[in-house]
Every structure is written in C-alpha cells, then in structure tokens.
C-alpha cells in the first residue's frame, strides 16, 4: 500500500509560479513511478506530467510543456512539480498518482491512461485568476 500526499497549491496571478510537491510513503519509493493530473470544474480529469522511477524519463502534456518542470528527490521520498508562466487555464485540482510496482513502466502510450495509476492522492487546489 502506497500512501499519496499532495502540497502546494494556492492562488497565484497569471504568469505567476507554483511548486506543488508529492510525498509518497513505503518501502519502495525509490521504485515508484509518479504523475500528475488535474481537473477543472466540469470537464475530466487529464494528465499533466510523469516521470520514471529512475527519473530519467519525463512526460509532458502539450499544454504545459515548456512551463512545467517535473523532478524528484528520492532522498526526501518526494516529487514535485515547478508550474512556471501559469495561465487562468491551469486552473484545477492536482492530484498525485502512483502506479503500483507491478505496473507497466511509463511510455508514451500509456502515461496518460488512468487505469495505469493505483494510488492517488486527495488533491490540491491551484488558482490563476483571469
């Protein structure tokens, strides 16, 4: 069982940054592969980005790519996400979310499915004003 903990967001002003953080307890996080997605009000939820257990292999969505940085600190059992340029678009819950061990490693087919990700965490409210 893997224990996902979101941090960070807030309200900021349009072209404004963010860093949201990610903590997962176990004992194997140095084995977890992570990601984020979000969801706005009314619509689904979608991915964001995602990175390997190695940290060697980042995924980005289109959207955000270029303004968000994704990385970890295995030390610290934690990744983060520094959301640069933020636009009223990226307006949303975040959410953290693990697949468990056993899962498939993260490609580019499969990053942004869902069904990949076994735990996630409770969320965490960012705000871009317009």
């Known amino acids: 069982q893997v224990h996902v903990v979101e941090s960070g967001g807030g309200l900021v002003q349009s072209g404004g940054s963010l860093r949201l953080s990610c903590t997962a307890s176990?004992?194997?996080?140095?084995?977890?592969?992570m990601g984020w997605f979000r969801q706005a009000p009314g619509k689904e939820r979608e991915f964001v980005s995602a990175?390997?257990?190695?940290?060697?292999?980042?995924f980005y969505a289109v959207s955000v790519k270029g303004r968000f940085t994704i990385y970890r600190d295995d030390a610290k059992n934690t990744m983060y996400l520094q959301m640069n340029s933020l636009k009223p678009d990226d307006t949303a819950v975040y959410y953290c979310?693990?697949?468990?061990?056993?899962?498939?490693?993260?490609?580019?087919?499969?990053?942004?499915?869902?069904?990949?990700?076994?735990?996630w965490g409770q969320g965490t409210q960012v705000t871009v004003p317009s």
């Open positions: 990175i390997s257990w190695s940290g060697g292999d980042n």
């Open positions: 176990g004992p194997t996080f140095t084995r977890l592969s």
């Open positions: 979310a693990v697949p468990a061990p056993t899962e498939p490693a993260l490609t580019t087919t499969n990053v942004a499915s869902l069904a990949l990700y076994d735990y």
